[in-house]
């Protein structure tokens, strides 16, 4: 087992939960209108690359390291605006967004010599 395995299967669960949390937290834990907010559409794009990150796909963890920041910045500001079980939900994303940027860096880091990057022009 190489030494990289341990840091994607802490991206894929860390993503995983992120998605999850952001649904739960827009359809029931702390919605922004009562019965549920159409912002739970947000984590559909963390579902959408959810299986290609857990099949080791560079584009989808290239995507998914793009977008994370956005949910690690709109945790930190929900958190810090708002109040009560709202401020925690997002203040728990964001620290979930956090570590799933941690842990997929650190995968890219020590999986990249063993990670087929594609170049313009490069003959297979």
Not at 10 to 31: G, H, K, Q, R
Request: charged content about 15%; overall charge positive; hydrophobic content about 55%.
């Amino acid at each position: 087992m190489p030494g990289f395995d341990p840091w994607r299967r802490a991206t894929v669960a860390l993503l995983a939960t992120l998605a999850l949390m952001e649904i739960c937290w827009e359809l029931w834990l702390a919605p922004l209108k009562p019965g549920g907010s159409w912002l739970a559409l947000k984590a559909l794009p963390l579902v959408a690359l959810w299986p290609g990150v857990a099949r080791s796909r560079t584009r989808a963890l290239q995507w998914v390291l793009v977008l994370l920041p956005w949910y690690f910045a709109e945790g930190l500001v929900r958190g810090f605006s708002e109040s009560g079980r709202h401020a925690l939900c997002a203040a728990t994303a964001a620290a979930l967004s956090l570590a799933t940027i941690a842990s997929g860096l650190a995968y890219v880091r020590l999986a990249k010599p063993n990670l087929r990057w594609r170049r313009a022009g490069a003959s297979e």
